[in-house]
């Protein structure tokens, strides 16, 4: 019998359309879902929208129709999403599923029966927008203690459940269940949460204040409070929606995926419920952090909100995909900018990846009539066995990080293999081995080498990127469909025997042609603004006018100002761009990160005085090519018609440091 593995996301409200916010869990859940399928379990994968309550009845208010027309219109923008991310759920839960109901109903009726719902009067501060009351303690001078909105006291008949009948259970559980609350910072707030007794959860709502809800069977005139209902559908979901009609029993669910906000909801209520209704718990909760925009909280009123269907559009499903879970570990709250997203996606997507694949490909049907020749034991190096050994234990590397949700570091192992293979070409340069038929063994044993290092690739990027492993697979002439064949079954290094012919195909990560600037003040040079100093010069080998406004010069806000990161830099090497008098290509140390830089200096600096320099960089600039050399970037100088000087600060502060 197969191991079973089910995962959630949290069920999302329907109460607008699809943020990154959503998508960043969903996919998180996705690639634990798809290598448990690799591993051989039978694997459960549910997602779905949380349809009841406040919020939604307030937004099909706003919208002019009834709440259930509301949630039918906007479940398809979530389904839409979801396939466009390449999403693979078994299941997609509604909470106005008929059955759904019934069995919230059911649970209800189970807690009620056992006398741990009682019915009694309650006075509290109540707060419309999280829809839930705050004791006199929790309100900070009339506002909510979590959104900050004005609460208000409201008094009413409502149904409790007897929650603080399990706290010392609870206490019990997280204390010899380490792995239950991950990580281990929220494990320790829960803990912290629980060190206060804990009260009786109000479960239900009158429905003269909200009747978009799920009925009280015992009380015709309530509807129970809807996170009892949304929790319940990690357990309803497996009653109907499963698709393994002989599959091992899902509960106790192996991993809750949710938000740091929805920690205490599931940690709290949902396990209490549980204990209430004598189920097990589930084994693991993990909260993950949450995303700020350009450095700003992501809201609809600052009209900061990552659509990632745009991001889809632009820069395709993997590549999306890939920048959510590399960039920021999953505990971690993190920032989403462009800038950022460019880069990664044009170092690591587009030159690394990209790259190696290409040039791989274009060896093999260069050099070797489109076919992945034999190697040759007698002329392997010691290179050739770390590729080897890195190779073979990448899929092990993976497990380990993602069985501790570290998404980043399992990516940052299979970018540690891309790059050990793109200087593997270097090194083994096979270009120089294919002229000299002496050496056509080891050409072979290269090549060899290059492709069994794709073909295990795109095996370990599946999880991660099933597009572009499925079209590597594809290029590299594999039969097997990788999304199924089983870890215990793929062929080690040097087993697999290639029989179709290989092709090289339209490049994976397509370079982005990044437009001008983030603001909107750069002008051509051909026409340079008659703008004082300082000047900018780099990647689109324009001026930017960030300078003090003269007359003729169009004025800019603090804000748009604040757009152009400017950051120090410290020159590590430079040289001339060929055929270029002015360009110099400069590699420069941002602190985090190293990054090219072409700048047209060269009248004025010869490259070698310029290594060890601080300088100062606009670091948000999108990337641009220069007589074909690619620019990441801009530094910043002084001067009108000839460039005079470089700026920098007066001390000598480290790279990386952010210029205002
Ligand atoms: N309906 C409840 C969950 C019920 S689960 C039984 C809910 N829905 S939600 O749509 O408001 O939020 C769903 C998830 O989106 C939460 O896990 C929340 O943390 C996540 N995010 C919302 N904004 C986010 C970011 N800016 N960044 C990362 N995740 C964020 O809560």
């Given at each position: 019998m197969p191991n079973a593995f089910y995962v959630t996301t949290p069920i999302?409200?329907?109460?607008?359309?699809?943020?990154?916010?959503?998508?960043?869990?969903?996919?998180a859940a996705d690639v634990l879902a798809r290598l448990a399928r690799l591993r051989g379990d039978a694997v459960f994968f549910l997602t779905?929208?949380?349809?009841?309550?406040?919020?939604?009845?307030?937004?099909?208010?706003?919208?002019?129709?009834?709440?259930?027309?509301?949630?039918?219109?906007?479940?398809?923008?979530?389904?839409?999403?979801?396939?466009?991310?390449?999403?693979?759920?078994?299941?997609?839960?509604?909470?106005?599923?008929?059955?759904?109901?019934?069995?919230?109903?059911?649970?209800?009726?189970?807690?009620?029966?056992?006398?741990?719902?009682?019915?009694?009067?309650?006075?509290?501060?109540?707060?419309?927008f999280d829809e839930r009351f705050w004791t006199e303690k929790d309100v900070l001078e009339g506002l909510c203690p979590d959104c900050r909105r004005p609460v208000e006291q409201v008094s009413e008949r409502n149904y409790f459940f007897r929650m603080s009948q399990f706290q010392d259970q609870l206490k019990e559980h997280i204390h010899t269940h380490p792995e239950?609350?991950?990580?281990?910072?929220?494990?320790?707030?829960?803990?912290?949460?629980?060190?206060?007794?804990?009260?009786?959860?109000?479960?239900?709502?009158?429905?003269?204040?909200?009747?978009?809800?799920?009925?009280?069977?015992?009380?015709?005139?309530?509807?129970a409070y809807v996170w009892f209902d949304a929790l319940v559908n990690y357990i309803s979901a497996l009653e109907y929606l499963s698709a393994h009609p002989d599959a091992p029993t899902f509960w106790p669910a192996s991993v809750h995926l949710v938000g740091k906000d929805i920690l205490t909801t599931h940690a709290v209520y949902w396990s209490t419920m549980l204990m209430g209704m004598e189920r097990p718990l589930p084994q693991c909760l993990f909260a993950h952090g949450w995303w700020t925009v350009e450095g700003e909280k992501m809201s609809k009123s600052r009209g900061n909100v990552v659509d990632p269907s745009a991001m889809i559009e632009e820069f395709g499903t993997d590549a999306f995909r890939y920048f959510l879970l590399r960039e920021v570990p999953f505990g971690q709250d993190g920032n989403f900018s462009l800038a950022a997203f460019h880069s990664r996606y044009q170092a690591e997507l587009a030159n690394d990846l990209g790259n190696l694949?290409?040039?791989?490909?274009?060896?093999?049907?260069?050099?070797?009539?489109?076919?992945?020749?034999?190697?040759?034991?007698?002329?392997?190096?010691?290179?050739?066995?770390?590729?080897?050994?890195?190779?073979?234990?990448?899929?092990?590397?993976?497990?380990?990080?993602?069985?501790?949700?570290?998404?980043?570091?399992?990516?940052?192992?299979?970018?540690?293999?891309?790059?050990?293979?793109?200087?593997?070409?270097?090194?083994?340069?096979?270009?120089?081995?294919?002229?000299?038929?002496?050496?056509a063994a080891r050409l072979q044993t290269v090549l060899f080498h290059l492709a069994e290092t794709l073909r295990f690739l795109s095996y370990a990027l599946t999880p991660f990127m099933p597009h572009t492993a499925e079209?590597?697979?594809?290029?590299?002439?594999?039969?097997?469909?990788?999304?199924?064949?089983?870890?215990?079954?793929?062929?080690?290094?040097?087993?697999?025997?290639?029989?179709?012919?290989?092709?090289?195909?339209?490049?994976?990560?397509?370079?982005?042609?990044i437009p001008a600037t983030q603001g909107s003040q750069t002008t051509p040079t051909s026409s340079p603004p008659a703008s004082k100093n300082p000047q900018a010069l780099g990647s689109s080998g324009k001026s930017s006018p960030l300078a003090i406004p003269t007359d003729d010069t169009p004025q800019i806000g603090i804000d748009e100002f604040m757009k152009v990161q400017l950051k120090m830099a410290k020159i590590?090497?430079?040289?001339?761009?060929?055929?270029?008098?002015?360009?110099?290509?400069?590699?420069?140390?941002?602190?985090?990160?190293?990054?090219?830089?072409?700048?047209?200096?060269?009248?004025?600096?010869?490259p070698e005085e310029l290594v060890g320099k601080t300088i100062v960089v606009v670091a948000n600039l999108k990337p641009a090519k220069l007589m074909g050399v690619e620019s990441q970037g801009m530094v910043l100088a002084a001067g009108e018609?000839?460039?005079?000087?470089?700026?920098?600060?007066?001390?000598?502060?480290?790279?990386?440091?952010?210029?205002?």
């Open positions: 999302y409200y329907v109460n607008d359309v699809p943020h990154i916010g959503h998508a960043y869990t969903t996919i779905g929208l949380d349809e009841h309550g406040q919020k939604v009845q307030q937004a099909a208010a706003k919208a002019g129709i009834d709440p259930q027309t509301h949630c039918d219109q906007l479940m398809p923008k979530f389904k839409d999403l979801w396939e466009k991310l390449n999403i693979s759920q078994d299941g997609f839960i509604r909470t106005t599923d008929a059955q759904h109901q019934t069995i919230v109903q059911h649970c209800l009726q189970t807690l009620y029966d056992k006398g741990l719902i009682y019915q009694a009067e309650y006075t509290g501060w109540y707060c419309t239950f609350i991950q990580p281990d910072s929220r494990r320790n707030e829960v803990i912290g949460f629980l060190q206060k007794p804990l009260g009786d959860l109000s479960i239900s709502r009158p429905k003269s204040r909200l009747s978009w809800g799920i009925e009280l069977p015992f009380d015709r005139d309530c509807v694949v290409s040039r791989t490909l274009a060896m093999l049907g260069n050099f070797s009539q489109h076919t992945v020749p034999h190697p040759d034991p007698q002329t392997e190096t010691e290179f050739d066995h770390q590729l080897q050994q890195t190779t073979s234990t990448l899929f092990g590397t993976i497990e380990e990080h993602l069985h501790r949700f570290e998404f980043h570091r399992a990516l940052e192992a299979i970018m540690g293999l891309v790059q050990l293979a793109n200087q593997y070409i270097d090194k083994t340069a096979p270009w120089i081995l294919a002229k000299d038929p002496a050496r079209a590597m697979n594809r290029r590299l002439g594999l039969t097997a469909d990788i999304s199924t064949s089983l870890l215990s079954n793929y062929p080690p290094w040097g087993t697999y025997t290639y029989n179709n012919p290989v092709s090289k195909g339209t490049a994976l990560f397509p370079k982005k042609d590590l090497e430079a040289e001339r761009v060929p055929k270029s008098s002015k360009l110099l290509k400069l590699q420069v140390d941002m602190g985090t990160q190293q990054r090219q830089i072409v700048a047209g200096i060269g009248k004025k600096y010869a018609k000839d460039m005079l000087g470089l700026l920098g600060v007066a001390e000598d502060l480290p790279p990386g440091t952010t210029v205002k």
